[in-house]
Every structure is written in C-alpha cells, then in structure tokens.
C-alpha cells in the first residue's frame, strides 16, 4: 500500500521539474492506474483513444464527464506519443486533466475494491 501511495503521489506532483513530454507520460500513467481501479486494464497495444474508445459503454454507464474528460486526455496524449507536438496550454491542461479524472474514477469504486485496489500492484516493470 505504501509503495501505491508513492507512486501516486509522484505522478501527481512530481518533486522535482520533469520535461513537458514527462509530465503527459506521467499523467497519462495516473489515468491507467484510476481506471484499472474501476477495473479497466491498460493495454499498451493500442492508443489512448481506441482504448478509451473500447470500453466507452462501460465509462459512460459510470460517469458521462469522465468519458468526455478521457477523450480530451487520450486525444492530448496521442498526439505527444506520436510525436506531433505539445500546443500552449496541453501540459497544464493535461495534468489537471489527469488528476480530475483519477479523482472522479477512484471516488466511483466500491468500498470493497477499493479494500482490494489498496494491495494492486501498479508499478511496471
């Protein structure tokens, strides 16, 4: 749990400045993790936005803003990934993007997941 703790917290509020590019990565990674609380797993096969894209039935039956917050995100994150560019404003926009979502998606898990999602693992190796 403590180590679960940290890993959030970095990826919130890194201590020390990151590149722009980072802190989308890092975002990004803190989306994973919220939505693998509500019991959707990453998969690094596909982009953010055909992920997004397929479990949208799922994330709309939670939370509308959160499935209208995911595409924005997932659309910002793409771009990056594909290396297409950051426009003025992604960075900051992402990051609070980012925390809102996983603030949203984690205050929808059951009381007993979130028992459970206490002890998942969420480093990557």
Partial sequence: PIRRLAIIEYLRKAP???????RIRMGWRLIEIGLGDLGIEADSSV???????????????IDANLLVELREAARIRDRIAYGLGIEPGDVDNFARQADRIFVIAT???ALQQEAQNVFRDVHRS
């Fill in 107 to 109: 205050n929808r898990v």
């Fill in 47 to 61: 982009d953010g936005s055909a992920w997004i894209a397929r479990h949208a039935a799922k994330l709309e039956g």
């Fill in 16 to 22: 020390i400045p990151v590149a722009p590019t980072t």
